[in-house]
């Protein structure tokens, strides 16, 4: 099996998400190494909760995207100061050391020494910072390793959107580990990302023999591309696949306060318990027939109360969209 190398100048999520899937499903074809980037985006894996691991709303509000990915493990934050490496692997050639020998001889040829932790994570020496995080997944033919190398990400921003939503939450799903995390170009500054990529090409040919560089779009199932990436830019994929879980919403209007504890499976609503002080005996009974089997959206609550005949629920639900979840 000739190894093969592939690289994509699109930084778009769900296409590269696609595409790496794509080369998984295709794993029996030979190992490969794709690098890819993504520019301003949140991925959570599979498993979680994307309430919970990100300001989601602020995230697409400024211009960002959430997406979901087929791997476990924790939410992460790209931009063009990431550089995220995919190792698809026949099960037989399958190892996780010589995979992640490859990226930390990369970081040695920058004369940064690196090491790697007991969690998959690949840190700098010394520091201890995590600069590469990793996830994993098999099938019966082949195996997907992927990754980060934070080479020069905007800490600001990862910091402002892997903050979990303000709101009290009792969820179910995997919660992401929090880790100290450090840019490669601090102790490397005349590193640059076509530089990064060489440096990757290099160690992988030094670690598995001489490789082929192919074009994805010439190569792999165009179809099969096109199908996972509009599944990766779904609702129902990012939001719906969220585990059961909880969260309490809370106001103070002029007329008297509203708790609403709002019971979720599938990133909707399945049961709607309201509590209220207000002298309308009957408006905590008519927002929980509202909000069950909606969509947990702050349009999707706020539409179900716009045209409600009593004014307290209109303001309710305009309350709602104004929320960030």
């Given at each position: 099996m000739k190894n093969r190398l592939f690289d994509t100048s699109t930084t778009d999520p769900a296409l590269n998400l696609a595409v790496e899937e794509t080369l998984l499903l295709d794993g029996a074809a030979g190992p490969a190494l794709f690098l890819w980037q993504n520019a301003h985006t949140v991925v959570i894996g599979r498993g979680q909760n994307a309430w919970k691991e990100c300001r989601s709303q602020l995230l697409e509000e400024e211009?960002?995207?959430?997406?979901?990915?087929?791997?476990?493990?924790?939410?992460?934050?790209?931009?063009?100061?990431?550089?995220?490496?995919?190792?698809?692997?026949?099960?037989?050639?399958?190892?996780?050391?010589?995979?992640?020998?490859?990226?930390?001889?990369?970081?040695a040829s920058f004369g940064i020494q690196t090491e790697a932790s007991g969690r998959n994570d690949i840190m700098i020496s010394g520091s201890g910072a995590k600069f590469s995080g990793n996830a994993f997944r098999l099938t019966q033919e082949a195996a997907l390793h992927h990754g980060t190398i934070l080479f020069d990400v905007d800490m600001q921003k990862l910091g402002r959107y892997l903050a979990p939503s303000p709101e009290k939450l009792k969820a179910k799903g995997v919660e992401s580990m929090r880790s100290r995390v450090g840019n490669l170009k601090e102790l490397a500054p005349h590193m640059t990302i076509p530089t990064l990529k060489e440096a990757l090409w290099a160690a992988y040919r030094e670690e598995y023999g001489p490789a082929e560089t192919l074009n994805w779009q010439e190569t792999l199932d165009q179809q099969q591309i096109a199908a996972l990436e509009a599944r990766n830019r779904s609702w129902d994929w990012v939001y719906g696949r969220t585990p059961r879980f909880d969260i309490t919403l809370y106001n103070r209007f002029d007329w008297g306060q509203v708790e609403m504890l709002l019971s979720l499976k599938q990133a909707h609503v399945e049961e709607a318990q309201v509590y209220s002080d207000a002298n309308d005996p009957e408006l905590a009974a008519r927002l929980e027939r509202a909000l069950?089997?909606?969509?947990?959206?702050?349009?999707?609550?706020?539409?179900?109360?716009?045209?409600?005949?009593?004014?307290?629920?209109?303001e309710v639900g305009q309350w709602l969209a104004g929320q960030q979840f």
């Open positions: 211009g960002g995207t959430l997406v979901r990915r087929t791997t476990g493990g924790g939410a992460v934050y790209h931009d063009l100061g990431n550089l995220n490496f995919s190792f698809v692997m026949p099960r037989k050639q399958y190892d996780v050391a010589r995979q992640l020998n490859v990226i930390r001889r990369a970081a069950t089997g909606t969509a947990f959206t702050p349009q999707a609550l706020s539409s179900r109360l716009a045209e409600a005949v009593d004014p307290e629920d209109r």
